[in-house]
């Protein structure tokens, strides 16, 4: 019922700065968990930040002070602002919505970091 439509991926040199963007149809983000996971090529996919509906957020170790995790739950939106980016943030990166027990993904977005 929860169709994920992600955009903002792209290739940007070191120290640059992406905002990610995940629009929901279906979802009611004020009553879901929403979260950021990323999978590099040999990587297993990991979560990157994460936040309830009360506002309390997660993040990875690699990503604190440099990513921010962020709702607008008028426009059923999430939104993942990455600053300082560095080459080992390169990743596929995929929305998550977590509402009623049930967990919804989009189809990734790729992020590149290269210089």
């Known amino acids: 019922q929860v169709r994920l439509v992600e955009s903002g991926g792209g290739l940007v040199q070191p120290g640059g700065s992406l905002r990610l963007s995940c629009a929901a149809s279906?979802?009611?983000?004020?009553?879901?968990?929403m979260g950021w996971y990323r999978q590099a090529p040999d990587k297993q996919r990991e979560l990157v930040a994460s936040?309830?509906?009360?506002?309390?957020?997660n993040y990875a170790d690699s990503v604190k002070g440099r990513f921010t995790i962020s709702r607008d739950n008028a426009k059923k939106t999430v939104y993942l602002q990455m600053n300082g980016l560095k080459p080992e943030d390169t990743a596929v990166y995929y929305c998550?919505?977590?509402?009623?027990?049930?967990?919804?993904w989009g189809q990734g977005t790729q992020v590149t970091v290269s210089s």
């Open positions: 279906g979802s009611n983000f004020g009553i879901a968990v």
């Open positions: 936040l309830t509906s009360r506002g309390d957020t």
């Open positions: 998550n919505v977590l509402r009623l027990g049930n967990s919804y």
